[in-house]
């Protein structure tokens, strides 16, 4: 839900208690309706910040912000969140005290390499009783390091061969999903080609056929 916030208001304090207020009487009905409307698959999870709040440290909040956020998971939960996510755990005592105190509503956690929650593995983080586990940067960070690694062998070396490790650019169609496209293509024009007076086919361009 979106409030509407003037810069100029010289009344926070009032601005506050309104969205205070506000989430408390609708939270609890926008994801009950939510829950009846959605698809059986759909899931409702509830994320809060409160561990990395500037309000108690930034970084280096300390039990106060963690006791926060359990606070806030437990509300949302109560409301009709599946799924409960605070970011950045700092330890996995905190992690397994999170999973305990939340329990039985699965907890996710969000693993960053080198983040403040720690280079967890997916054992790592079963075994510290969370039910999903997301790694965000699995693709893009790897990628831009590769990319990286494969401009700077163009400029050095005037060339990207040793960088595409023998592929040719139909290795990339094909392995990023083209070739259904291709084999969909072929399937019209032979459609085309059964389908259209052979007189006035032969006078189509190829862009008009495929």
Partial sequence: MNLPVSHKSNQPKKLRQLMKETSKSTSSALLQRSRRDRNPDFLIIARTDARNA?????????EEAFEEGVKRLKAAVAAGADVAFMESPRTKDEAERLV???APTPVMINVLPNGLTGNYTTEDCKRLGFKLAIYPCTGFIPAAIAMEKSYAALRDKGTDLDNCEGWQIKDFFERVGLKASWNFDREVAEETRT??????????QGHDIV
Avoid at 54 to 62: D, N, Q, R, V
């Fill in 100 to 102: 305990k105190a939340l």
């Fill in 195 to 204: 389908e259209v007076n052979p007189k006035k086919y032969e006078e189509m």
């Fill in 54 to 62: 500037t309000k108690f440290g930034g970084e280096k909040a300390g």
